[in-house]
């Protein structure tokens, strides 16, 4: 928070190139990790920059308490964390108001991608993990989560993907890291179901005109796409013979 | 975690109703799908407050007080004054409101409020500030809803708006041993920009702005954008467990500015001449 001012001159210099060494037009490198965790009914480790994220699914199960339960269809709940040695300094563990609201918006994110009405009667967890947190961590926890999801076998009709776009010293980029959310003007942070088009998760912090917003939202959008195709490479891994796979962003 | 979510429910003869009217451009109340309700704005409501107001709209109503003392400043931001936005809905408004911690919806509220007022730059906070790194002005702006029916994250938002905008805080001055102290002088806060909110919900294939509490009960999804002076989204949140599609959102975009520089009129009217 606090887009305004900030030297923004270094971020990008005459040749487009930011503080980190990409183009405006280019992704963190993502790597994701199907099955990491044995007590989990899903689960993937994301890597997205140095975000390092681990989500977990656990269920469809039994509801507690039991009279939280829908006659109709399972439960969704949604929580994501920031452990305390994620952070440059030590965050305080307890779920803090800004956890509160992401660990919403992720469950929003989520829900229209799953057939929930498949399960009624049931809760579906799910838990993301920041580890280590570098701008976009709700991004990457959901596209996490998703992965996360698929992997338990939760009847879904399409992956969720998020990616964010921004606008650092003037100008809009794409994927916005830590050093770029601070001291950059907006931040617009976008999930999408891939095949239908449909966006899911939309928040927008700092500010855009309209040409910028629209370039802004194109860019996320083929920022989620390229996160699509990760996610999809990483399962197919998982569940045709490769192991792991690392996966360079093609651009 | 969530809780169980209570509901307000609507007849399924009464949504049939609903998407009927929708479907033919109209609504329950007789308005077209862009219309807000009707916006009062009573200003300097609460005397012991810096500034207050009482923001109706249709049926839902609020009341905002801001209060400013000195505090000091964040460590990461020496050089910029607090700025602190709270709301709650109290037990009062609603039969399925109760006391106790915010749950997440209300937390989304004022997170989002603050986001637009922060993120517009609507006060400059590098003017609240009198010793850097010492002493800065802490400007809390507390939102109490008084009475739901529907789109508070609007309502809250032009209620913390106006409330800024007639706020009139004592100025501090430096005295010989630098310590602060305060004046009888009251001055106006350093007003940018007046940041509007447009929510809009998503219901079947329609948008509809200002949505009361039965059309919320209905929408599938809904989408909150915050436009500044200059026509520039400053805030944005997407929310409620259904989607949008991304020509929805640019329309929603352009809805946004549009029906954004109506209300920052009848805001500044209220302010202005009330």
């Given at each position: 928070m606090g887009k305004q001012g900030g030297d923004s001159s270094s971020l990008i210099n005459e040749q487009g190139i930011?503080?980190?060494?990409?183009?405006?037009?280019e992704l963190r490198p993502i790597k994701i990790e199907v099955?990491?965790?044995?007590?989990?009914d899903g689960s993937a480790f994301i890597q997205f920059g140095k975000n390092k994220i681990m989500a977990a699914v656990y269920g469809p199960k039994e509801v507690?308490?039991?009279?939280?339960?829908?006659p109709d269809r399972s439960v969704l709940r949604c929580r994501y964390h920031m452990s305390p040695?994620?952070?440059e300094e030590r965050k305080n563990p307890a779920p803090s108001r800004r956890e509160i609201e992401i660990s919403k918006v992720t469950r929003e994110a989520l829900e229209p991608s799953?057939?929930?009405?498949?399960?009624?009667r049931t809760a579906i967890d799910v838990f993301v993990e920041v580890l280590q947190s570098d701008g976009g961590s709700r991004c990457a926890g959901i596209s996490a989560a998703s992965v996360a999801l698929a992997d338990a076998g939760i009847n879904m009709r399409d992956l969720v993907s998020a990616c964010a776009a921004g606008k650092v010293a003037g100008q809009v980029v794409l994927d916005v890291d830590d050093t770029e959310d601070k001291e950059g003007q907006a931040d617009l942070p976008i999930a999408i179901m891939s095949t239908s088009n449909q966006v899911t998760l939309l928040q927008l912090d700092g500010q855009l005109n309209e040409e910028e917003f629209n370039k802004a939202l194109s860019w996320a959008l083929s920022g989620c796409k390229k996160v699509y195709e990760l996610q999809r490479e990483a399962l197919i891994g998982r569940y045709f013979g490769k192991n792991e796979k690392v996966l360079e962003v093609e651009q | 975690m969530s809780a169980v979510k209570k509901i307000f429910v609507v007849e399924q003869l009464r949504r049939v109703q609903m998407s009927d009217l929708l479907a033919r451009?109209?609504?329950?109340?007789?308005?077209?799908?862009?219309d807000f309700r009707e916006l009062t704005i009573t200003t300097n409501?609460?005397?012991?407050?810096?500034g207050s107001c009482r923001v109706k709209l249709g049926n839902t109503e609020l009341i905002a007080g801001v209060k400013v003392n000195l505090g000091t400043p964040f460590p990461d931001t020496p050089d910029k004054g607090l700025l602190v936005v709270s709301a709650e809905v109290l037990?009062?408004?609603?039969?399925y409101a109760e006391p106790g911690p915010p749950d997440e919806n209300t937390i989304e509220l004022a997170r989002v409020a603050d986001r637009g007022i922060r993120e517009s730059g609507?006060?400059?906070?590098?003017?609240?500030?009198?010793?850097?790194?010492?002493h800065v002005y802490a400007v809390f702006v507390d939102v109490s809803i008084?009475?739901?029916?529907?789109n508070l994250f609007d309502a809250t938002s032009y209620a913390v708006v106006s409330s800024l905008m007639t706020a009139k805080i004592p100025k501090y001055v430096l005295d010989d041993k630098g310590q602060p102290s305060k004046t009888d002088e009251m001055v106006s806060l350093p007003i940018q920009t007046i940041p509007v909110s447009v929510t809009q919900a998503r219901i079947g294939d329609h948008l509809i702005v200002d949505p009361t509490s039965e059309e919320e009960a209905l929408m599938e999804s809904r989408i909150t954008l915050v436009s500044d002076d200059k026509g520039n989204l400053c805030a944005g949140q997407k929310g409620m467990p259904g989607s949008l599609t991304t020509d929805q959102v640019l329309q929603a975009a352009s809805t946004a500015k549009l029906k954004g520089e109506e209300i920052r009129s009848i805001i500044k009217k209220a302010v202005y001449n009330g």
């Open positions: 930011r503080a980190d060494g990409r183009r405006i037009d099955g990491i965790l044995k007590n989990a507690h308490p039991k009279h939280s339960a829908l040695f994620s952070t799953l057939m929930l009405e498949d399960y009624p | 451009g109209t609504r329950l109340d007789g308005r077209g799908l862009s409501v609460i005397e012991k407050a810096e037990p009062l408004a609603s039969p609507m006060i400059d906070v590098s003017k609240l500030v009198l010793v850097e790194g010492k008084l009475n739901v029916d529907g």
